[in-house]
């Protein structure tokens, strides 16, 4: 009997097409691209892929947040285009995205900001000169669209990490460090930050819930959830198999929550996971008419029967993990722990 798993994974990397002709990129080890490291001195390319900023002083806070990195910086034709809740035109901002990936100048892109918007650019990306012109892009929230939309079209790792536009924290910044400019092999991500414990107080915030115990191997891929479902059944969303997925969200109640986990589900991609790494899910409302978060958890995930931890430092936080997807990660829930088994930058 053929194996259902590895003939749908044939079926889609030999018949799937994107809606501009491009091939589907195969998710095998070879096809994996890594941007090169961030150094000092280096030219990053601002970007506003999905909303902008209300005013425009918040763009320069930005500029100045990458300057203190010690980079320069290099704006997008658009960064200041408004139109209503989007930053500009959708060809606009994907003008400026295909710009900074083609400029020979700019090493790196970081969003200045999520919101909404990165899933109406997808078809109007150039995937092949993305493929060709590797480069770090980083941001989060909404920017999941992006960074998984161009992992699938041409395997370049992107990094679900701070935008711009906030202040790093002393925790972000060495999370951020230690993934992109001084990478070591094998480097933890996501744990808590250092918390002095003493007689009668312990972390209340930073807890680890474990849901289903044991050790996964596979590639990271996920971020806001919200923006998964929104991907999903599109020639962009991502090849789950085998993965270890990633998940955080921000003001979504729990009975959303539920929502985009069960058609996760449905279509079968929580099926082919083989762990998943709960970020945070933060301020959202919640009614007593309502299942609490960590049972809508354990109702999409026990039944799995892969390793599940809650409680890691990635989401709408200010404490935040930088998560590179498509790399090799080691999930160790009895452990605690998110290890990247190989560098996610060249």
Same mark, same amino acid.
């Given at each position: 009997?053929?194996?259902?798993?590895?003939?749908?994974?044939?079926?889609?990397?030999?018949?799937?097409?994107?809606?501009?002709?491009?091939?589907?990129?195969? /998710?095998?080890?070879?096809?994996?691209?890594?941007?090169?490291?961030?150094?000092?001195?280096?030219?990053?390319?601002?970007?506003?892929?999905?909303?902008?900023?209300?005013?425009?002083?918040?763009?320069?806070?930005?500029?100045?947040?990458?300057?203190?990195?010690?980079?320069?910086? &290099?704006?997008?034709?658009?960064?200041?285009?408004?139109?209503?809740?989007?930053?500009?035109?959708?060809?606009?901002?994907?003008?400026?995205?295909?710009?900074?990936?083609?400029?020979?100048?700019?090493?790196?892109?970081?969003?200045?900001?999520?919101?909404?918007?990165?899933?109406?650019?997808?078809?109007?990306?150039?995937?092949?000169?993305?493929?060709?012109?590797?480069?770090?892009?980083?941001?989060?929230?909404?920017?999941?669209?992006?960074?998984?939309?161009?992992?699938?079209?041409? %395997?370049?790792?992107?990094?679900?990490?701070?935008?711009?536009?906030?202040?790093?924290?002393?925790?972000?910044?060495?999370?951020?460090?230690?993934?992109?400019?001084?990478?070591?092999?094998?480097?933890?991500? %996501?744990?808590?930050?250092?918390?002095?414990?003493?007689?009668?107080?312990?972390?209340?915030?930073?807890?680890?819930?474990?849901?289903?115990?044991?050790?996964?191997?596979?590639?990271?891929?996920? %971020?806001?959830?919200?923006?998964?479902?929104?991907?999903?059944?599109?020639?962009?969303?991502?090849?789950?198999?085998?993965?270890?997925?990633?998940?955080?969200?921000?003001?979504?109640?729990?009975?959303?929550?539920?929502?985009?986990?069960?058609?996760?589900?449905?279509?079968?991609?929580?099926? &082919?996971?083989?762990?998943?790494?709960?970020?945070?899910?933060?301020?959202?409302?919640?009614?007593?008419?309502?299942?609490?978060?960590?049972?809508?958890?354990?109702?999409?995930?026990?039944?799995?029967?892969?390793?599940?931890?809650?409680?890691?430092?990635?989401? /709408?936080?200010?404490?935040?993990?930088?998560?590179?997807?498509?790399?090799?990660?080691?999930?160790?829930?009895?452990?605690?722990?998110?290890?990247?088994?190989?560098?996610?930058?060249?």
């Amino acid at each position: 009997m053929i194996d259902r798993r590895s003939a749908l994974k044939s079926l889609i990397a030999a018949t799937l097409v994107s809606s501009a002709g491009t091939p589907l990129v195969a /998710h095998g080890r070879e096809r994996i691209i890594k941007p090169a490291r961030l150094e000092p001195g280096q030219t990053i390319g601002l970007v506003t892929p999905a909303s902008n900023t209300l005013e425009n002083e918040d763009i320069e806070m930005a500029a100045d947040i990458v300057r203190s990195l010690g980079f320069r910086v &290099k704006k997008a034709g658009n960064i200041y285009a408004r139109t209503n809740y989007l930053a500009g035109s959708d060809e606009g901002r994907a003008s400026d995205l295909n710009a900074m990936f083609a400029d020979d100048e700019v090493d790196a892109i970081f969003c200045v900001r999520g919101g909404y918007g990165t899933t109406r650019i997808l078809p109007y990306l150039d995937y092949e000169l993305i493929r060709a012109n590797p480069k770090v892009l980083m941001g989060y929230s909404d920017i999941t669209g992006l960074i998984n939309a161009i992992f699938v079209k041409t %395997g370049l790792v992107g990094f679900h990490g701070p935008n711009a536009s906030q202040n790093f924290s002393d925790y972000a910044l060495g999370e951020y460090r230690k993934v992109l400019v001084e990478p070591s092999a094998r480097p933890v991500i %996501g744990q808590a930050p250092p918390f002095e414990a003493r007689p009668g107080r312990i972390d209340k915030v930073n807890r680890l819930t474990r849901i289903a115990g044991g050790t996964a191997r596979g590639r990271l891929i996920g %971020g806001n959830l919200t923006l998964l479902t929104s991907i999903n059944g599109t020639p962009y969303e991502p090849d789950y198999s085998d993965c270890i997925l990633f998940l955080e969200d921000v003001s979504e109640a729990p009975y959303r929550v539920d929502r985009m986990l069960t058609e996760l589900w449905l279509s079968g991609h929580l099926d &082919k996971v083989s762990g998943v790494a709960i970020g945070k899910f933060t301020d959202f409302e919640s009614d007593g008419n309502q299942f609490s978060m960590e049972e809508i958890f354990r109702m999409r995930f026990e039944p799995l029967g892969v390793p599940t931890l809650r409680g890691l430092m990635i989401g /709408h936080i200010e404490d935040q993990t930088t998560v590179p997807v498509g790399i090799e990660a080691e999930l160790n829930v009895d452990a605690g722990t998110l290890t990247l088994l190989e560098r996610a930058v060249s």
